[in-house]
């Protein structure tokens, strides 16, 4: 069976592969200001030297440990030393796409949209259970369910394997998109830990504040 890749994608009205480089549209904080949209790199655009430079990077286990690429794009070079985020961005490689058009593809039998996997890991962040996440995806329409690849129930996305096509319900495909969220999350748990190791007076303060004591001779 074929290795599944992170960041990989393509972008549904072309059917152009890309990177995805940032899920969301962040500040200079890191705060999301833009959910509805993603920066990708077209790869099949990029000239040979940087399309080559950029997948063996997406191929590294670095990439494939990350959350996002961007957080590896930020500390990798191109062959000829340049930084490659720093390129992407001065080139103008980094196209902004709607979620909603860009597709996920870990592996050649499994496809899923951008838009539904942010959705589902904002909703964990929020505190929802897997059981309501599951029930708010559920489409009580009357359109049919949708035709998607067959992925056993204990399975991540990424775990997906290729089998006969079939109708699964909503709620297995939300299932399958929690798998794929709790990933995500506990990448972000991690990342969280090593920046406060690395700069503990970033780490919010527990506790009320002490109040301040009144001397009996003032």
Same mark, same amino acid.
């Given at each position: 069976?074929?290795?599944? @890749?992170?960041? *990989? /994608?393509?972008?549904?009205?072309?059917?152009?592969?890309?990177?995805v480089?940032?899920? &969301?549209?962040?500040?200079? =904080?890191?705060?999301?200001?833009?959910?509805? !949209?993603?920066?990708?790199?077209? +790869?099949?655009?990029?000239?040979? @030297?940087?399309? %080559? $430079?950029?997948?063996r990077?997406?191929?590294s286990? &670095?990439?494939?440990?990350?959350?996002?690429?961007?957080? *590896? #794009?930020?500390?990798?070079?191109?062959?000829?030393?340049?930084? @490659?985020?720093?390129?992407?961005?001065?080139? /103008?490689?980094?196209?902004?796409?709607?979620? $909603?058009?860009?597709?996920?593809?870990?592996?050649?039998?499994?496809?899923?949209?951008?838009? %539904?996997?942010?959705?589902?890991?904002?909703?964990?962040?929020?505190?929802?259970?897997?059981? %309501? *996440? #599951?029930?708010?995806?559920?489409? $009580?329409?009357?359109?049919?369910?949708?035709?998607? +690849?067959?992925?056993?129930?204990?399975?991540?996305i990424?775990? #997906?394997?290729?089998?006969?096509?079939?109708?699964?319900?909503?709620?297995?495909? #939300?299932k399958?998109?929690?798998?794929?969220?709790?990933?995500?999350?506990? &990448?972000?748990?991690?990342? =969280?830990?090593?920046?406060?190791? @690395?700069?503990?007076?970033?780490?919010?303060k =527990?506790?009320r504040?002490?109040?301040?004591?009144?001397?009996? !001779?003032t």
């Amino acid at each position: 069976m074929a290795k599944n @890749m992170k960041h *990989i /994608g393509k972008i549904a009205n072309t059917g152009l592969k890309c990177v995805v480089v940032f899920r &969301e549209i962040y500040d200079e =904080r890191g705060n999301v200001i833009d959910d509805k !949209n993603c920066l990708i790199v077209e +790869t099949e655009r990029l000239p040979d @030297m940087e399309h %080559d $430079d950029v997948v063996r990077v997406v191929q590294s286990p &670095e990439a494939q440990d990350a959350i996002e690429f961007y957080q *590896i #794009a930020h500390r990798s070079l191109f062959s000829d030393g340049e930084n @490659m985020l720093k390129r992407l961005h001065d080139k /103008g490689y980094l196209k902004k796409y709607p979620t $909603d058009q860009i597709n996920m593809t870990p592996n050649n039998h499994t496809s899923v949209k951008l838009s %539904d996997i942010n959705h589902i890991v904002r909703k964990q962040s929020s505190g929802m259970s897997e059981r %309501d *996440i #599951a029930n708010s995806m559920v489409d $009580d329409t009357d359109s049919p369910p949708r035709t998607q +690849t067959s992925l056993d129930p204990t399975q991540t996305i990424d775990q #997906a394997v290729n089998t006969s096509e079939q109708v699964l319900d909503e709620t297995a495909i #939300a299932k399958n998109l929690l798998s794929q969220a709790d990933t995500f999350l506990a &990448e972000a748990e991690r990342l =969280r830990d090593e920046a406060y190791d @690395m700069a503990p007076d970033l780490k919010p303060k =527990r506790g009320r504040p002490k109040k301040a004591t009144v001397s009996a !001779n003032t």
